[in-house]
């Protein structure tokens, strides 16, 4: 998978993809990552790539055509078009699986004072990261890299890691314990040490599906649950949590 990136701060990206999982894919050449700087797209003495508003206003706005240009030079193989903006749609592992199946994604980073609303129309796709407001898009690349860059296959070591993590199945993460057995009185859950696969199945089965009743319940209604499942969603309403 190959990501380009377009920015106003290309060094921003060097340190964060050089570590851990995503750096090891990157030398593995399993994932490509070419950040373009948009100022070298601005024409100009200055190169400019910021002015006034027109109407007035505080601020400096992007401008549209080094972004445009910026664009149109990096485009050239196709890909997907991300523009990074708190107005986008929300981000989740529904949206990073899917963008996983592109070959290749082209993200606009934007400036938090604001661009010119014809970059919107570069765009396939905006996508927000949460609901508050960075200074640049730059963070919000890096989160979509990452969340997308681990779900290409041979990125994480063992595949049924991205199959039983938070958010993959619609429900979040069990609870996971290593030595020691015994942590300052604090003991890890007997049936994790019985040796009996069935029963930590199920057990880690009820765990995700509490832990998401109660921290997320927006993810599940309790509805779309049967047998086993059904009956614990039951027991915890019953029991007014
Ligand atoms: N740019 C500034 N804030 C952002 C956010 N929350 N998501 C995506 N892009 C942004």
Known sequence: MRFDILTLFPDFFISPLEQSIIGKAIAKGLIEVHAHNIRDYARGKHRTTDDYPYGGGHGMVMKVEPVTLALE??????????????QGVPFNHALAEALSKEDRLIIICGRYEGFDERIRGLADLEVSIGDYVLTGGEIPALVIMDAVGRLIPGVLGEPESAVSESYAGGLLEYPQYTRPEEFRGKKVPEVLLSGNHAEIEKWRRAESIKRTYLKRPDLISGEEFTGNDRKIIEELKKSGK
């Open 73 to 86: 030079a990096v485009k050239g193989g196709g890909g997907k078009v991300v523009l990074t903006t708190p």
